[in-house]
């Protein structure tokens, strides 16, 4: 699915409420954004939206440990992430999930050809949901 809104319509709202039903349905999520601050900002957003329930959501970014990051992927394999917020660290080879039900992907069109191809590749097998503004 693709929403198509300019700045402040609702698009990363429409995104949360998805990853909700897919959280409540024991699916995990991915969240992929083009910088580090929009996966900053996407993270404390569900964060803020989730804080009153049980769902864990962490974020994959440059910024951070490595220790930190490391740990998220390993929990992310085992199914203790729900939500998981990141640039195109999530794309890497050694970041698996147990049950990844739904990728949303904000302004795909920043990524690379080789971002792409692995986003291409997950959606045989995942819901998509795309974001753009463009």
Known sequence: ????????FGKTEVAMRAAFVAVQNGKQVAVLVPTTLL?????ES?????ADWP??????????????HLKNIEDLADGKVDIVVGTHKLLQEN???KDLGLMVVD???????????RI??????VDM??????
């Open 1 to 8: 699915r693709l929403v198509c809104g300019d700045v402040g």
């Open 39 to 43: 996966a900053q900002q996407h993270y």
């Open 46 to 50: 569900f964060k803020d939206r989730f």
């Open 55 to 68: 769902v864990r959501i962490e974020v994959l970014s440059r910024f951070g440990s490595n220790k930190t």
């Open 95 to 97: 970041v698996q999930f």
């Open 107 to 117: 302004e795909e069109h920043r990524f690379g050809v080789r971002d792409k191809e």
């Open 120 to 125: 291409k590749a997950l959606r045989a097998d």
């Open 129 to 134: 949901l795309t974001l753009t503004a463009t």
